[in-house]
């Protein structure tokens, strides 16, 4: 029972970020000089990277994930990423499936593997992750010359959020994924690593697990200057820079210099190519003197527009 | 083994009960003195002064914590103790049975239905619904599992696995419906953890659980004489159907409050309740309050290594509990199980 | 019609049905104060069941079943259980009580709301623990127990609730012969000494024509023949009632009843003995 408790728990932050893993598969050898012609994508970060590339018409199925990008949202589902619908997939004719590292799709993976649809299962939700499979989509579709460029520009966009703090006093930073009790960002989760390049430090770093639950009185104990709740995806959920349930521990001086800030997980919690976006924005709630006030819709949840680039 | 010499004296009911309410404060005080916060208690000596953290940690953390544990604890232990007279079977633990499962079950969907949020004074709904579900699986139980009229180990373990899979297959129902925030909730909620409750909220659990356990306290003679079996007790005079009746209820009540508010914490009813029978003897005159103090003393101490062992990360107590009763159990099963009714 | 006073159980028009079986149909029955009436019949004659209607623990039952005077349906169970005792055949122990607990269990109708027994409810228990000779027991466990000394402790119990009325379901199936006589000796002078009206069920034949004053033979779910004991268990109705061979014949020393069941190979030679002669007679000497 417990173990199957605690395997949901798994299931659920996976939820949240969508993925873990790391993606060992050798580059397949392409079947023409452009790639596979027909693929499937489970996860939006994906997506993201394949509209970059260019072949984002090439997919032919998807996961169940939101309406974005908008141009494959109308495409058959192929379901979830950790229980991926094997008829569906060979009948759409896939040559590829492009899905993150699942134990509860593992078999399903070996039958897709004999039926001689490939799987490639990427890590999209560690921040190295994100760039190793820019790399590995790019050897795969040939356009290896392309994924340098979109690599290479999302590590310069980094390094100009890394510099402009560069000698400023590190913030302690609080970022919280669930509340009551507190699930926060642990090290190894891309949040941790984005702190740390907006000028911060993650008070959690010293967790075991990239999230996982705080004790209330850790966070107490160590103060933090910056809270970033995300704790809430609905529409009517506590939204903007104020205290909110933050502020009983009015002593925290994250809550005495009105540095608490209530967001859709959208925003920060799936990484993917807006990484370099995701890390301007966590140094606007870190350093505002720095970065400038977050915008009204820095707030809300993402909403993509026809083309398929976040507003 | 400390066997009891005599008869049951309100003598020693009060000496046993003051020794557990010692070693209650024993526990409520090392639940204080140790946390994943430091606080130096020197500062609380005439001229020193906490600082804002320290009270903070201390008074709004640490104390309603500690005291919320013990509510729990108790009750739960009386819930188990309450369950065993009633169905004659030492192994039956609201978490075991699955009552804990159908109260899981109900707060879980008056969750869903946007009736309240967990905790208190989220409103009357959760616990309501909490109380309606452990009513309606112990119903089921008493009326599907029965054999002979009395319980059976295996009817035991197979509606308690029955209600408590059940009520874990419903976060899959809930993963599609439910808010990150709400998500979040139910999943901690179902391992068991003793909740942030504000003082407030803490009296009015802590009314509700005194006046239960006094309820249940009036039939304590009854359920002595039920260990003789419906018909026993029936012989020496007892309403066996009035004294099941509102055993039902309030053995709901218990877990069904404790579920709406902490979620299923397992065999506290099972672990406290049998230690506390090999060294008192079994009268549930002397058993009831001893199974309370206990059960507090118990949940106290495994929040306190919930919250110790793996600074400044947490577990939740649930998973201590079971870590513990899991074993126990078996050991039980294996042990004394022939004894019990096969 | 008897007082009560004088007959503290009465039974009229008597039938019970348990899940739309007839169990029990038309029984008539009576025990005087101060008397021991034995229930005898074969297995699934209904005894048990007849025991526990009296004992209030059957209420669906139609007809008149009076304890003291009073319809068993309406009385209070509390109130009941003052008057009533009964030793059930098969005892339920779930907990590991002490065996002076269990019977100080006895005194439960006896106490009010939560209170603890009292140092005479104490002494009630120990006379009744010293009477089955199980004094040196009281502290054990019950767990502990042989069936037999269970048997003795159940008994102890019924005893220490003091009661008008004893029933009792096959007290001595688990003990040695010299317990039986113990048990049924301390059974008499609860009839002769106290005046308790005694009702139960046996196996033992002997027994109850040793001990009983009135029996009651129940075959087919009603009473097949009824009276003192030297009338009734006879040749004629116990071959008839248990559907077997038996040699009854007369104990030389007390004049009572000797039954004694035959084998398979000892009905042969009955059988072999008797065709010559053809007698006939009922009544071997």
Redesign the interface.
């Known amino acids: 029972?417990?173990g199957?408790?605690a395997k949901?728990?798994v299931?659920?932050v996976a939820?949240?970020v969508l993925a873990s893993a790391c993606s060992k598969t050798p580059p397949p050898p392409p079947d023409a000089d452009d790639g596979p012609r027909r693929v499937a994508v489970m996860a939006p970060a994906t997506a993201e990277i394949l509209d970059v590339l260019g072949v984002l018409d090439r997919v032919v199925g998807i996961g169940q994930f939101g309406p974005w990008p908008a141009s494959i949202a109308e495409l058959p589902e192929v379901g979830g990423y950790d229980s991926p619908n094997v008829e569906r997939l060979v009948i759409l004719g896939t040559d590829v499936v492009f899905t993150v590292k699942s134990e509860a799709a593992a078999p399903a993976h070996r039958r897709l593997n004999k039926l001689r649809v490939r799987v490639v299962e990427l890590d999209t939700s560690t921040y190295e992750g994100v760039f190793n499979s820019i790399k590995l989509l790019g050897d795969i579709f040939n356009r290896g010359k392309m994924a340098e460029k979109l690599a290479a520009r999302m590590r310069v966009e980094l390094q100009d959020v890394e510099r402009r703090v560069y000698g400023v006093p590190r913030r302690r930073v609080l970022f919280v994924?669930?509340?009551?009790?507190e699930?926060v960002a642990g090290p190894g989760s891309h949040l941790d690593r984005l702190i740390e390049i907006a000028g911060g430090v993650n008070i959690?770093q010293?967790?075991?697990a990239p999230y996982?639950?705080?004790?209330?009185?850790?966070i107490?104990?160590?103060?933090p200057e910056a809270i970033i709740d995300t704790?809430?995806?609905?529409a009517n959920?506590l939204r903007g820079r104020q205290p909110g349930a933050w502020g009983?521990?009015d002593?925290l001086p994250a809550v005495k210099n009105n540095r608490v800030y209530w967001i859709d997980?959208s925003q920060l919690v799936i990484p993917g190519i807006r990484l370099p976006h995701m890390a301007q924005l966590m140094g606007k709630l870190i350093h505002p003197e720095i970065f400038g006030e977050p915008d009204p819709s820095d707030y809300l949840a993402l909403e993509y527009d026809r083309d398929g680039a976040p507003n | 083994m400390v066997h009891r010499t005599e008869r049951l004296t309100g003598r020693r009911v009060l000496i046993v009960t003051l020794l557990l309410a010692a070693l209650l404060a024993l526990c409520i005080g090392g639940g204080i003195a140790f946390g994943a916060g430091t606080v130096n208690f020197s500062s609380l000596l005439p001229g020193g002064s906490l600082t804002e953290v320290e009270h903070a940690i201390l008074l709004q953390v640490r104390l309603p914590r500690v005291l919320a544990a013990g509510l729990l604890g108790g009750a739960l232990a009386v819930a188990g103790v309450v369950f065993q007279a009633l169905l004659r079977n030492p192994l039956a633990d609201p978490y075991v049975l699955g009552v804990a499962g159908g109260a899981s079950i109900g707060g879980v969907v008056a969750l869903l239905l946007g009736l309240g949020s967990v905790g208190v004074m989220g409103g009357a709904a959760v616990p309501a619904f909490a109380f309606a579900g452990a009513l309606a699986a112990l119903l089921l139980i008493e009326s599907i599992a029965t054999v002979g009229g009395q319980l059976t180990v295996y009817s035991i373990l197979l509606t308690g696995a029955i209600f408590n899979s059940f009520a874990a297959a419903l976060i899959y129902f809930i993963q599609s419906v439910a808010s990150l925030q709400q998500l979040h909730e139910i999943v901690f909620y179902l391992m068991g953890r003793v909740p942030a409750l504000g003082y407030q909220e803490l009296a009015v659990l802590a009314l509700a659980i005194v006046i239960v356990d006094l309820a249940v306290y009036t039939m304590c003679r009854d359920y002595n004489a039920l260990s003789l079996g419906e018909e026993g007790a029936m012989l020496l005079g007892v309403d066996v159907g009035r004294t099941k009746r509102f055993t039902f209820v309030l053995g709901s009540l218990l877990t069904g409050l404790c579920v709406a508010v902490a979620g299923l914490i397992g065999f506290v009813g099972l672990v406290v309740p049998h230690m506390l029978r090999l060294v008192i003897g079994p009268d549930h005159r002397l058993l009831l309050p001893a199974a309370f103090l206990g059960g507090a003393s118990f949940l106290v101490l495994a929040d306190l290594a919930a919250r110790l062992l793996l600074v400044p990360n947490e577990l939740p107590v649930g998973v201590v509990t079971a870590l513990i009763g899991g074993p126990f159990f078996l050991y039980l099963l294996r042990t004394r199980g022939r004894n019990y009714a096969f | 019609m008897p007082s009560s006073r004088d007959t503290p159980i009465q039974v009229a028009d008597l039938s019970f049905d348990y899940v739309g079986r007839t169990v029990l149909n038309d029984i008539r029955l009576s025990v005087g104060a101060g008397k021991i009436v034995g229930l005898l019949g074969p297995n699934g004659s209904g005894k048990s069941t007849l025991l526990k209607i009296i004992a209030g623990t059957l209420p669906g039952y139609r007809g008149s079943v009076q304890v003291a005077g009073v319809e068993v349906r309406s009385f209070a169970r509390g109130k009941l259980a003052r008057l009533v005792a009964m030793v059930q055949q098969e005892p339920e122990f779930s907990f590991n009580y002490s065996v002076l607990e269990i019977v100080l269990m006895g005194r439960h109708p006896h106490l009010a709301g939560l209170a603890f027994e009292s140092a005479a409810d104490v002494e009630i228990a120990h006379a009744a623990l010293d009477r089955c000779g199980i004094l040196a027991l009281g502290q054990r466990p019950i767990h502990e127990l042989s069936s037999g000394e269970r048997q003795r402790v159940v008994f102890a119990r019924a005893l220490a609730q003091e009661p008008m009325i004893l029933l009792l379901d096959e007290p001595a199936s688990f003990l040695d012969i010299r317990h039986q006589v113990e048990i049924f000796d301390i059974v008499r002078e609860l009839a002769e000494v106290q005046g308790c009206a005694v009702l139960t069920a046996v196996h033992d034949l002997n027994l109850a024509a040793e001990y009983f004053d009135q029996v009651y033979l129940l075959s087919d779910r009603t009473i097949a023949a009824c009276g003192s004991s030297g009338t009734v268990l006879n040749y004629a109705n116990l071959t008839r009632v248990f559907e077997t061979e038996l040699y009854v014949d007369t104990n030389a020393l007390t004049g009572k009843l000797l039954i004694v069941p035959l084998s398979g190979r000892s009905r042969r030679l009955l059988a072999e003995t008797r065709a010559p002669r053809r007698n006939g007679g009922h009544q071997d000497s």
């Open positions: 029972m417990k199957l408790r949901k728990v299931f659920g939820w949240l994924i669930g509340r009551d009790p699930f959690g010293d967790l075991t996982q639950q705080m004790s209330k009185e850790s107490l104990e160590r103060q704790s809430d995806n609905r959920s009983v521990w002593f997980p």
